[in-house]
């Protein structure tokens, strides 16, 4: 059950990226090139698709809140941490450079895979390397961290 | 704004909320995308968990696949950005939404619902340093 509603929402997901033009760099980057304003060449459609996405998912989050188990089984888990680190910024920051770099976040860089360019499959081994080292790295400093007690 | 796309923006954000808004109530997880295919991809995971993430990334794929064959819609995909270009921003979104525990999906659309300071914190970072290096390569190295 959790499998398949897995690959609903993956599916449902998907959809509203490539309906929302999310999956298209060029799109993106007209959103972010806000400098455009003045000569008429801002595209706020970006914007819009985070309205879009907030209004519908608000209610849920608020509803799921009360509940402590999923429909299809398990718990209902919910981030617990409240402290804005250093982690959290640089990271934030690092991700929006890439981001600004190309046009593609993670998840409409997955669902643009469907165009098939090879432009995008670079992209996607990049970013998962990019996740492996990040996974290596916080290995890396854990060890050194308890040897050094 | 002759690319503005007011309804489309808005149906396909909506879709993208409710994919969120489900997955958290029958599964109990965020839908924070640099998350799923992070933990999917560790081992760390248990197998089980890890199956369910890789579901959600197939089922990502697949339906835009299946639109893309059957329907006459107009969406496109243009990078415009050299090779190393696109292998340096690929390895700094991978890295930079794992350190910073997640992206527009996960701090974006989950953690602002949640009303979670972290991710708003985040959001700003993102948006802002997005917003910073499309003004560099359009308007100072592109000009």
Not at chain 2, 4 to 19: D, K, M
Request: charged share 10%.
């Amino acid at each position: 059950m959790r499998i398949l509603a897995s690959v609903f929402c993956g599916a449902l997901f998907g959809t509203g990226l490539l309906i929302s033009g999310m999956t298209d760099p060029q799109k993106v980057l007209g959103f972010l090139d806000i400098a455009a304003v003045q000569t008429g060449g801002w595209d706020p459609s970006l914007a819009f698709v985070m309205a879009g996405g907030l209004v519908v998912a608000f209610p849920f989050f608020r509803f799921a809140r009360s509940r402590k188990n999923a429909i299809c089984g398990g718990k209902v888990e919910l981030p617990t941490r409240r402290d804005i680190d250093r982690n959290l910024v640089i990271g934030g920051l690092l991700f929006g450079i890439g981001w600004g770099m190309v046009g593609y976040c993670p998840g409409p860089a997955i669902s643009a895979l469907a165009f098939g360019h090879t432009e995008t499959i670079v992209f996607v081994i990049a970013m998962i390397t990019g996740m492996v080292i990040h996974k290596l790295m916080m290995a890396t400093l854990y060890k050194a961290a308890i040897t050094q007690k | 704004m002759e690319n503005f796309t007011p309804y489309s923006a808005l149906l396909g954000g909506a879709l993208i909320g409710l994919a969120s808004g489900l997955y958290l109530l029958l599964n109990g997880r965020i839908a924070g995308i640099s998350g799923i295919l992070g933990n999917a991809l560790t081992s760390k995971t248990p197998t089980s968990d890890r199956i369910e993430k890789l579901a959600f990334i197939v089922g990502m794929i697949i339906a835009p696949t299946v639109i893309l064959a059957s329907s006459p819609i107009s969406a496109q995909s243009i990078v415009r950005a050299s090779w190393p270009a696109i292998i340096i921003a690929g390895l700094i979104v991978g890295f930079g939404t794992r350190l910073g525990s997640g992206c527009t999906s996960g701090h974006g659309i989950c953690g602002l619902s949640r009303l979670s300071a972290r991710s708003m914190v985040a959001t700003l970072c993102f948006m802002g340093a997005g917003v910073a290096t499309t003004y560099v390569i359009r308007h100072v190295i592109g000009s």
